[in-house]
């Protein structure tokens, strides 16, 4: 008998994909500069921790999150965007950088409305002349 480690063949099952993260369009992501809220559970279901933070980045399907201090935070959280009264938008962690920098994915595509709303708030100096729709 031979000890040799068995052999890898090409298989269908082998990769393993979702639509939403594998073959779904990237957005372009925009300059912006919003004050926003992380809201994650700790210790389970028992308490709802709250942490400040900035978006940098923004696109329709994901946004660069700059964060104070460096924490534990989980692979899904909520965001929450005050100027703009965008609540609880959910997100999934996919990378978090050395720098404080967090890469987020939104479980839910965000609207042109909502977009608009938050580069409107932004302090970015792209974003000074925009104005808010109130009729859409």
């Not at 298989?11 to 779904?24: G, I, P, T, V, W």
């Not at 926003?36 to 389970?44: L, N």
């Amino acid at each position: 008998m031979r000890g040799a480690a068995p052999v890898m063949y090409q298989h269908f099952l082998n990769k393993q994909e979702s639509f939403m993260y594998d073959r779904e369009t990237n957005f372009p992501m925009e300059d912006t500069r919003n004050d926003a809220r992380i809201e994650y559970t700790e210790k389970g279901m028992t308490q709802l921790s709250s942490r400040r933070c900035e978006i940098i980045k923004l696109s329709k399907s994901g946004a660069l999150i700059s964060i104070l201090t460096q924490y534990t935070l989980p692979q899904n959280f909520y965001l929450d965007i005050p100027s703009a009264r965008i609540q609880m938008v959910g997100c999934l962690t996919k990378r978090v950088h050395g720098n404080n920098i967090i890469e987020a994915r939104f479980l839910r595509m965000l609207t042109d409305r909502d977009l608009n709303r938050i580069f409107v708030y932004s302090t970015h100096p792209n974003h000074r002349n925009r104005t808010l729709d109130i009729y859409r």
